[in-house]
């Protein structure tokens, strides 16, 4: 049960991760401020692009390893996964115009994908007793 409530919750969270990185390719000034840091761009979104497709790559890894039912190496992505909202986070706050406020949904982040992560990673046995 445990790990069908942690597939799905991945599941969701790689959905997510494609509607970021679509808006970040088609709503770059958008999904700029829902990330929490602005930039002096002049029509110069080539970080909104990468930012974008690597959203979009993960989401997609995510729901494709769920689809094909490949759930230790979706524990393995999620945990090595981590590493993107943490440094995203870091990121965030070396900002003097930032608080946790705009940290939050990266603290977010890194909570789901090490909990689930390791959540599919535990032998089967181990997820019964949880």
């Not at 993960?58 to 909202?85: D, E, M, N, R, V």
């Not at 986070?89 to 900002?95: A, D, G, P, R, T």
């Not at 406020?101 to 089967?124: R, Y």
């Amino acid at each position: 049960m445990t790990q069908k409530i942690s597939i799905a919750i991945a599941f969701l969270t790689g959905l997510g991760m494609i509607f970021i990185g679509a808006r970040f390719l088609l709503a770059p000034e958008i999904a700029e401020a829902g990330y929490g840091i602005h930039f002096n761009e002049h029509g110069d979104y080539s970080f909104h692009y990468i930012k974008g497709i690597r959203d979009l790559f993960t989401g997609l890894l995510i729901c494709l390893l769920i689809l094909t039912k490949q759930i230790k190496a979706l524990g393995i992505t999620l945990l090595i996964g981590t590493i993107i909202p943490i440094v995203d986070m870091l990121l965030v706050l070396s900002k003097v115009y930032n608080g946790i406020a705009q940290a939050i949904p990266h603290i977010s982040a890194i909570i789901v994908c090490a909990a689930i992560g390791t959540i599919l990673l535990m032998p089967k046995t181990a997820n019964k007793v949880l």
